[in-house]
């Protein structure tokens, strides 16, 4: 019989591209004594950013592959809505099929989180989950409850997409990323 989890948490974002940066989030979120499940999910596009640079179907596909884990779930809710969606509205749509009381967010999301939407309802729901990121700051003290995940990532995504930092890219989708954002020109090897 299958354990059905009692706590999980929901990590969304962009996703353009996932990297291994991604992967440890997940995986340090799993290792936390009060988290059963990870919901992963990819923004159709985050409310916040005006396009993506890779299309919705093969971010999906990304995040399935990087994150193929036990006790992970990639949701296509955001997705398959078409539009951009809010959070409190991705938590709320899911909370039926898992017990979604956590948050992951990243420390750059601090300074701004009182004009997320619902802020003060989704404060109320959730336990925030904030990743640290060298040089942001992380004054949790808006939160209601709070866990920090001090992690220090190297990497993101646009700088995968400008070309550098590809040794941090999982192996099962970095030739088709390497493909997707070409290293821009004066960072070619040239070929004798």
Not at 16 to 27: A, N, S, Y
Not at 90 to 99: D, F, G, K, N
Not at 172 to 192: A, G, H, V
Request: glycine letters at 4%; hydrophobic letters at 35%; charged letters at 25%.
């Amino acid at each position: 019989m299958v354990k059905q989890p009692h706590h999980s948490a929901l990590f969304g974002g962009s996703f353009d591209p996932p990297h291994l940066g991604h992967r440890r989030i997940v995986e340090a979120v799993l290792a936390l004594p009060s988290i059963d499940e990870v919901v992963v999910v990819p923004a159709w596009r985050n409310p916040f950013k005006d396009r993506s640079h890779a299309p919705t179907e093969r971010r999906l596909e990304w995040c399935r592959r990087v994150c193929a884990m036990p006790g992970v779930v990639v949701s296509d809710y955001e997705i398959r809505q078409q539009r951009p969606v809010r959070t409190w509205e991705t938590l709320r749509a899911l909370s039926s099929e898992h017990p979604l009381d956590h948050l992951v967010i990243g420390a750059d999301n601090l300074p701004s989180i009182r004009d997320w939407y619902r802020f003060e309802e989704l404060d109320r729901s959730v336990t925030w989950i904030v990743v640290t990121r060298p040089g942001c700051p992380t004054d949790t003290s808006i939160l209601r409850k709070s866990i920090l995940l001090p992690l220090d990532l190297p990497v993101s995504s646009t700088e995968i997409r400008n070309g550098s930092k590809h040794e941090l890219l999982d192996p099962s989708i970095r030739e088709e990323i390497e493909t997707f954002y070409p290293l821009p020109s004066n960072q070619r090897k040239e070929t004798p």
